[in-house]
């Protein structure tokens, strides 16, 4: 039986927990600081399963590949753990000709990735596709395979699966390092002692670069904080949008989203500041963020 410790019950730690748990010959330990799972990154994102035209493959051919894949793949696990989801497509708008010319490189992306259906639409067509849209856009790229799900019940519903199927998850448990004996992995060292292991999979999220240096090994990443603010309105709210709908990517950022959540909540945002590197914690929201969070989503959806 081969030792497998992950660290970190985020949604990628959660489901790598759970795909090894289908097998077997694995026992499988998920290690989580926090006192719950999904507690890092994966409970603040846009929460939106991306169709894969953005991504260049002849720059990012691997993220390009996992990006598409990953969205055929949610539609199966969403079913199977009965974790809600909404598959409304998304539009890319834009309101000039400068941002046109820059959306119409994600119809070829999308072509070079084989991500079906993509195409820019215009007028009635756009309006008939999003009746909220802002009456100043241009036109929008329609990726029709977008969708939403709720990112907290995710990771929830996937740890629940691999528990259930013998993952053994360790919660307020703070990995301090990586043990390595002359060249092996011997397993991970602690708040709660010690947990042994052959192979350890790091999926820490903001502190990936720190666990693998604690292994010895000087990774070939760093992470950068960055915060991202997002405004979330109550269910009743008017003109929620229909389908996804976002501003032009930026070299720093997707761009600014407004949604609506699987619970019917409009969700707008997010901002992209980069952070010092000791601010992986504590970046609370503020009054300039959310104010740039209105004044961008404003461009996507009309005045109600």
Known sequence: MVKVAVVGAGIVGA????VLTMYEGFEVFLVEREPDVGWGVSKANTSVIHPGHEEDPRQHPLRAKLCVEGNRLWRLWVEELDIPARWPGELMVFASPEKERGARRYVELAKLNGVPGVRLVYGRELLALEPNVNPRALGAVYAPTAGT??????VIAIVENAVENGAKLLVETEVLRVRVEGGEVKGLETTKGFVEADIVVNAAGLWADEISRSAGVEPEFRIKPRRGEYLLFDEDVLG???RILHTVPTPITKGVYALTTVHGNLLLGPTAEDLPPDAKEGAPTTKEGLERVL???SKLLRDT
């Open 15 to 18: 489901s790598v927990a759970r």
């Open 240 to 242: 929620k949008p229909v």
């Open 295 to 297: 004044s961008e989503a």
């Open 149 to 154: 799900i709720s990112p907290f019940e995710a």
